[in-house]
């Protein structure tokens, strides 16, 4: 794995019926995953969480990357193997988080910017030792009220393809990640044209820093209705709509797009995600990068409890199958 070039890992990771699990919650938000199933969150219950889902049996046939944080990529599993060679054993790319979440953007109320700049190159290459092969950076762009600024999709857009062009040079590929949020009670044109606008920014922003677009994967929202929109809709009008303005702004350079499910349910991800492959060929490949929408039944069987970690990887690798066959556009929902 480690001779493969950038533009082969990047292909790799959206190879057909494969896409990424997103394994990266903070340590904040993996709390409150846990909370929901009365579980305390410590390094060893966190630890044994995602041991039960990079160990899964034949997940390989369906996950092609984990993205992990920062504690993870340096974790043992009980038996003294480290995580990352317990993934490269079922044929998985580890990848790493590299933002340090969002602040509040100065002078833009309400408004926020990713931070992480300070330190990157360095750390991106101790990442690269540690077994790392790419990585992810999540800008946040929040619709109404005014927003989102020009100021701030522009300040956005230039911290990723910063962070871009530093994963490069450090022989990782780079997940860029513009996400507008779904909360909200805007309609899905507003999304839409917030989308279109935050994509131009961003390849804009690529382009003069040099990132080369065979090298990196784009992981961005769907579009699709504010969630307190009186009107949702449709999945084949978020299908639709999601591909053409993705044929509008990104370049067919780009080797793939990882989806992600940004609060969707796993059924609902899943469908919009089956819609789009049965569009017909895409100049990318129209792959997943889910967190919630592949772990949301696993973490429910599980409870925090070492008996049911069997339970939760049968769960796990169910939801996962139906993700893949949605990748390949092969889904129904009669397979749930």
């Given at each position: 794995?480690?001779?493969?070039?950038?533009?082969?890992?990047?292909?790799?990771?959206?190879a057909p019926s494969k896409g990424i699990l997103a394994a990266d919650e903070s340590t904040g938000t993996i709390?409150?995953?846990?909370?929901?199933?009365?579980?305390?969150?410590?390094?060893?219950s966190r630890r044994d969480y995602r041991e039960l889902l990079f160990s899964a049996k034949g997940i390989g046939?369906?996950?092609?990357?984990?993205?992990?944080?920062?504690?993870?990529?340096?974790?043992?599993?009980?038996?003294?193997?480290?995580?990352?060679?317990?993934?490269?054993?079922?044929?998985?790319?580890?990848?790493?988080?590299?933002?340090?979440?969002?602040?509040?953007?100065?002078?833009?109320?309400?408004?926020?910017?990713?931070?992480?700049?300070?330190?990157?190159?360095?750390?991106?290459?101790?990442?690269?030792?540690?077994?790392?092969?790419?990585?992810?950076?999540?800008?946040?762009?929040?619709?109404?009220?005014?927003?989102?600024?020009?100021?701030?999709?522009?300040?956005?857009?230039?911290?990723?393809?910063?962070?871009?062009?530093?994963?490069?040079?450090?022989?990782?590929?780079?997940?860029?990640?513009?996400?507008?949020?779904?909360?909200?009670?805007?309609?899905?044109?507003?999304?839409?044209?917030?989308?279109?606008?935050?994509?131009?920014?961003?390849?804009?922003?690529?382009?003069?820093?040099?990132?080369?677009?065979?090298?990196?994967?784009?992981?961005?929202?769907?579009?699709?209705?504010?969630?307190?929109?009186?009107?949702?809709?449709?999945?084949?009008?978020?299908?639709?709509?999601?591909?053409?303005?993705?044929?509008?702004?990104?370049?067919?350079?780009?080797?793939?797009?990882?989806?992600?499910?940004?609060?969707?349910?796993?059924?609902?991800?899943?469908?919009?995600?089956?819609?789009?492959?049965?569009?017909?060929?895409?100049?990318?490949?129209?792959?997943?990068?889910?967190?919630?929408?592949?772990?949301?039944?696993?973490?429910?069987?599980?409870?925090?409890?070492?008996?049911?970690?069997?339970?939760?990887?049968?769960?796990?690798?169910?939801?996962?199958?139906?993700?893949?066959?949605?990748?390949?556009?092969?889904?129904?929902?009669?397979?749930?």
């Amino acid at each position: 794995m480690d001779e493969l070039e950038l533009e082969d890992i990047a292909l790799a990771l959206v190879a057909p019926s494969k896409g990424i699990l997103a394994a990266d919650e903070s340590t904040g938000t993996i709390k409150k995953r846990f909370d929901s199933i009365n579980t305390a969150s410590t390094e060893e219950s966190r630890r044994d969480y995602r041991e039960l889902l990079f160990s899964a049996k034949g997940i390989g046939d369906y996950i092609s990357g984990v993205i992990l944080y920062d504690e993870t990529l340096r974790q043992n599993a009980k038996d003294g193997r480290s995580l990352v060679s317990l993934m490269k054993d079922q044929g998985i790319i580890p990848g790493i988080k590299v933002d340090m979440g969002t602040k509040p953007l100065a002078f833009a109320e309400g408004e926020l910017i990713t931070e992480g700049l300070d330190g990157l190159r360095d750390r991106l290459t101790e990442y690269h030792k540690l077994g790392a092969r790419f990585a992810k950076w999540r800008a946040v762009i929040s619709i109404g009220d005014g927003k989102p600024s020009e100021y701030c999709i522009n300040t956005n857009a230039h911290a990723l393809a910063r962070y871009a062009a530093l994963c490069q040079e450090a022989g990782l590929v780079p997940i860029v990640e513009p996400e507008v949020l779904m909360d909200g009670d805007h309609d899905i044109d507003e999304c839409y044209a917030v989308t279109e606008t935050t994509l131009k920014a961003v390849f804009d922003e690529l382009y003069k820093q040099r990132v080369v677009l065979e090298q990196m994967l784009l992981k961005p929202n769907m579009v699709i209705s504010g969630k307190d929109c009186p009107e949702q809709a449709d999945v084949e009008e978020v299908a639709t709509k999601t591909i053409y303005c993705f044929q509008q702004t990104v370049p067919a350079a780009v080797p793939g797009i990882v989806f992600l499910s940004g609060g969707q349910s796993e059924r609902q991800a899943t469908e919009h995600l089956n819609a789009m492959n049965q569009m017909g060929n895409h100049p990318w490949e129209i792959s997943y990068s889910f967190g919630r929408a592949l772990q949301a039944s696993a973490l429910q069987a599980w409870q925090g409890k070492a008996e049911n970690a069997e339970a939760a990887q049968a769960a796990f690798l169910h939801r996962a199958k139906l993700t893949s066959a949605a990748r390949d556009g092969e889904y129904s929902s009669d397979m749930e």
